[in-house]
């Protein structure tokens, strides 16, 4: 077969719109052209995907190879679209059937040795794949991550090689399970540790009990960010809604994240509008 489909993800702000990754291989001098609005990250994966398909064991085809990126007015960045592909490209060389990827979604960067490496925005991309009902195959790093959703088939993935063991039914990789672990203690601040403050701590109350806004003003050292930082150790938790959106943009972040816990910001007193809710085009 000389054409291969690969479906992946990419990341539009909370948004993982679909990709599909369309490789074709053909006669002619040898060479390798990507095209449909790939940016730097993107361009240089074929040097990243020809010595990983090399070293995980495989023939990297000597023909003329095109790979569209669509939608093609989408912007495509990030190392995530490595490991699709170079999955495309095995199987429009004739390495790997095509039938294998039918159901799949595969995201994760490659090394030059064929080793997989994690990517940001999982949580997105899982979120967008259980939606469409599909399987994620992604890299080991990141499994923990995107199993915290129910439903969804999470397959992790060490290398390329493994990748293509599983497609290929000669070594299937097992259903990802989140391990559950003892949490020791919560990190919220608690408001038990605010001595005197009687007023402002009334006013927190009522401000969480009543869902309410609430704003302190004083000169500084007078305890307003001290106070602000307990409001969240008497909120109720997230929902599990809730607890998906802010997951998420910690997952964009590259940052941890404890499932129904309320995040607390501290920007600096001299930070601007625009640092605060961002800028630009």
Excluded: W
Excluded at 58 to 74: E, V
Excluded at 98 to 115: C, M, N, R, S, W
């Amino acid at each position: 077969m000389s054409f291969a489909k690969v479906y992946t993800r990419g990341v539009l702000g909370l948004q993982a719109p679909l990709i599909e990754v369309e490789v074709h291989v053909s006669q002619g001098l040898p060479s390798l052209t990507i095209v449909g609005l790939p940016e730097a990250a993107v361009r240089e994966s074929k040097d990243r995907v020809r010595s990983a398909i090399i070293n995980s064991g495989f023939q990297f085809p000597t023909k003329r190879l095109t790979i569209n990126l669509a939608p093609a007015d989408l912007p495509k960045d990030s190392s995530r679209l490595d490991l699709p592909i170079a999955v495309g490209i095995l199987i429009a060389s004739g390495q790997i059937p095509d039938q294998a990827i039918a159901d799949y979604e595969l995201v994760g960067e490659l090394a030059l040795d064929g080793q997989l490496r994690a990517v940001s925005s999982i949580l997105s991309i899982a979120l967008a794949c259980k939606k469409a009902r599909h399987k994620l195959l992604l890299p080991s790093d990141n499994a923990d991550e995107a199993v915290q959703l129910q439903h969804l088939d999470v397959y992790p993935a060490h290398s390329l090689q493994q990748v293509c063991q599983h497609l290929l039914s000669q070594q299937p990789i097992e259903l990802h399970v989140l391990q559950t672990q003892e949490i020791k203690g919560s990190t919220l601040l608690d408001l038990a540790d605010i001595k005197g403050q009687l007023r402002p701590r009334r006013a927190l109350e009522i401000a969480a009990a009543g869902n309410h806004s609430i704003l302190f003003r004083g000169p500084p050292g007078t305890g307003k960010t001290l106070l602000a930082s307990r409001l969240p150790g008497i909120l109720p938790k997230l929902d599990q809604d809730e607890s998906l959106t802010v997951a998420s943009i910690y997952s964009i972040a590259n940052q941890p994240y404890q499932f129904g816990q309320r995040p607390f910001r501290a920007p600096h007193h001299t930070a601007s509008a625009i640092a605060l809710v961002g800028g630009g085009c």
